[in-house]
């Protein structure tokens, strides 16, 4: 029987788990971009810190400084972790396919539109409000609607992903002889899944409040970031790129033909996920004791202990087995291994800006450690396609341009980071606005001169991005079949790739 | 002559229940949000010696029958999970009717809440988060009767027996999580004022 649907029906009600994979990937480096180019315009505008340049107010400068963060955690980093979980993980766990894959599909459309919401949002003069409430409240509220559908798509997601791991997985395999990326995407998207409802109720509650009358309290303009904002800094930003550490584990343990020490590198994971929970670090709600804020400090330094874990069950095995280094996978490994080094100095400068004496907890350190912990996480991505990139597109993929994306975005989070992390030490401010009393520093040459650096990082994070689009459209249009197992890995996603060409 | 064996238990994942755990974990992390922020700015507002909630604003007769009608509806539920688990279909439709009745009941109770309650949202932060917490398990209810129905109709076309009663299960653990968080909001917020 002839087949009548059209293309748009057959890209609406695709319920394949590695074409919605696709989808999210691709709407994820959009989202990247829209991301990248938010914060290369507030990184431009910081470089003269006295005045306004390419925006007319501070509020201007806080629409898209928090459109950088938001679009960065819930466009990019959390799609793009989805859609590789999407792909990956039921032919990991031995699954044919997604146990709800109709949900999946619909969690992606919800997702998408709720990211299309949020722009919109965004550039009609709305966002998460602004501190002189000048936005647009509907637009502001629309926002807030746009958030609230990426969260239930991602939430929607995860918990299909989880439930093949958990129910779907084939019989013989238990949860701790999964492989590693199964193993952290299962613990992310537990965490997610107590995180995610979290942020959407603290947006339900600013939403009813800021719709028809004069707010009480919650959704007043100037206050709405400040109840959003814990779900896009420090402790939580670990959270979101969890997944990395799986991904960084198999390639490494590919790379080196050895296979890591599980109970070590599951514990580590886990412990990350518990350390990274960040939604109880709602300062609009602090009550200000000492006695809080010190706790509050000490348990998110608690997150080095696992990056501790972490690095010894990376680097035990590997010592003694240097020799059987596999160079065919040299550019994934390097990749990876980048990602979780920006990660370790994400944790480091983490811990460091959580110190009470040196008083960097709301000046720009944040904005490296963010910049660095979600940019490991985007690495990985890149070192995840590198990796997996023939099961994902079924086509030869050209390693070498994914590594000379990865380069260059690595470079312009490294000098975006050490820039941020310095200047934060003169006392700037996370948010600068359009004046020196405002940025909490004054323009001096040594202060310009890191901010210069800082956009110089901006825009090579923003031309790494729009080389890894590049490279993605080139690879989707190549002609090349896949080549089969090209790293001869014995994960069981490989397996599952040479039956579905042989069926 | 050979001894005939029944059939061996369907050994198969139950996908339907981990799925709905997830999801109804995820629901218990949004109502724990809400009520955090609701001990917590009632605990500033206390401390400031300032009135939460007006005197005899709310009454505690509804918020009782509530609690009351949800509770039924524990045992209803559960009726209707033994009653598919041992094919009795007429006692699984029942139960299931109930439950959604019962659900039916609740939402018109807490609409007949409200009106006796009075307070407008925009009084004070305590009015506000009445009505959210209460307005969102509202939400909740009402996903939870859509469900009973659409398994209702399932049940009519004699897909909900004892070979495949994960709908059943799943629902009967959204449910109880239903009312669990009913227990919160009766105690803290319409007893405990």
Sequence with gaps: ?503 | MATVLPPAPLNRPRTLMVGTAFITSAALMFFGCLFSIYFSIRSDTMAWGMEWFPENAIELVPGGMNMATLSISVATMGWAVYAVKNDDRVHAYLALILTSLMGVAMINQTVFYYMDIGLPIDHSEAALLLYVITGAHLVMVGIGVIWLGLLLLRAFGGQDTSRHRDLVSAVSIYWYSTVFIYIFIWLFIYIGK
């Design chain 1, 1 to 503: 029987m002839k087949n009548e649907s059209t293309v748009v029906e057959r890209i609406v009600t695709t319920t394949e788990s590695g074409t919605l994979s696709r989808y999210w990937m691709v709407s994820a480096l959009v989202g990247l971009l829209f991301s990248s180019v938010a914060g290369l315009l507030v990184s431009l505008e910081r470089i003269d810190l006295s005045s306004a340049s390419i925006f007319s107010t501070a509020d201007d400068v806080f629409q898209f400084w928090t459109a950088h963060r938001v679009a960065l955690v819930l466009i990019a980093v959390l799609p793009l972790m989805v859609g590789l979980a999407t792909a990956i993980v039921p032919r990991q766990v031995g699954a044919s396919r997604l146990v709800f894959p109709k949900m999946s599909a619909f969690s992606f459309w919800v997702w998408l539109f709720g990211a299309l919401i949020i722009i919109t949002g965004f550039l009609a003069n709305g966002g998460v409000g602004t501190p002189e409430a000048t936005s647009e409240t509907q637009s502001v509220a629309l926002t807030l609607v746009g958030v609230l559908l990426t969260i239930i798509g991602l939430c929607g997601a995860s918990t299909s992903v989880l439930t093949t791991i958990v129910a779907g997985r084939v019989s013989g395999i238990s949860l701790l002889n999964i492989p590693a990326f199964s193993w952290s995407v299962l613990v992310a998207g537990t965490m997610w899944l107590a995180t995610l409802p979290v942020l959407a109720a603290n947006t339900v509650l600013v939403y009813v409040d800021m719709r028809g009358r004069a707010p009480v309290n919650f959704g007043g303009e100037a206050v709405v970031w400040e109840q959003l904002s814990w779900a896009f800094t420090h402790p939580q930003v670990y959270l979101w790129v969890l997944p990395l550490l799986g991904i960084v584990a198999e390639i490494v343990s590919a790379a080196f033909k050895n296979k890591m020490s599980n109970p070590l590198l599951f514990t580590a994971i886990g412990l990350t996920g518990f350390a990274g929970f960040g939604a109880y670090a709602q300062t609009y709600f602090d009550i200000g004791t000492p006695v809080f804020e010190e706790s509050f400090s000490i348990i998110q330094a608690f997150i080095a202990i696992p990056a501790v874990l972490l690095v010894v069950a990376f680097i035990s095995p590997k010592i003694k087995d240097v020799k059987g280094f596999d160079k065919q996978t040299t550019i994934p490994t390097v990749l990876a291994t980048l990602s979780i080094v920006l990660l370790l100095h994400g944790v480091v400068v983490g811990a460091v800006h959580v110190i009470g004496p040196l008083e960097l907890a709301t000046k720009s350190t944040v904005s490296a450690q963010i910049v660095l912990t979600l940019g490991a996480g985007v690495l990985a991505g890149m070192a995840a396609f590198s990796w997996w990139g023939e099961l994902l597109i079924g086509k030869s993929i050209s390693q070498r341009k994914i590594l000379i994306s990865g380069l260059i975005f690595h470079f312009g989070v490294g000098i975006f980071a050490v820039a941020d992390f310095l200047v934060g030490f003169t006392g700037q401010n996370d948010f600068t606005g359009v004046s020196e009393f405002a940025a909490g520093t004054d323009n001096s040459s040594w202060v310009e001169t890191l901010n210069i650096i800082s956009f110089i990082g901006s825009l090579l994070i923003l031309l790494g991005v729009i080389a890894a689009i590049a490279t993605s459209v080139q690879n989707a249009l190549s002609k090349t079949p896949a080549s089969g197992n090209p790293w001869g890995a014995d994960t069981l996603e490989w397996e599952s790739k040479e039956k579905e060409e042989v069926a």
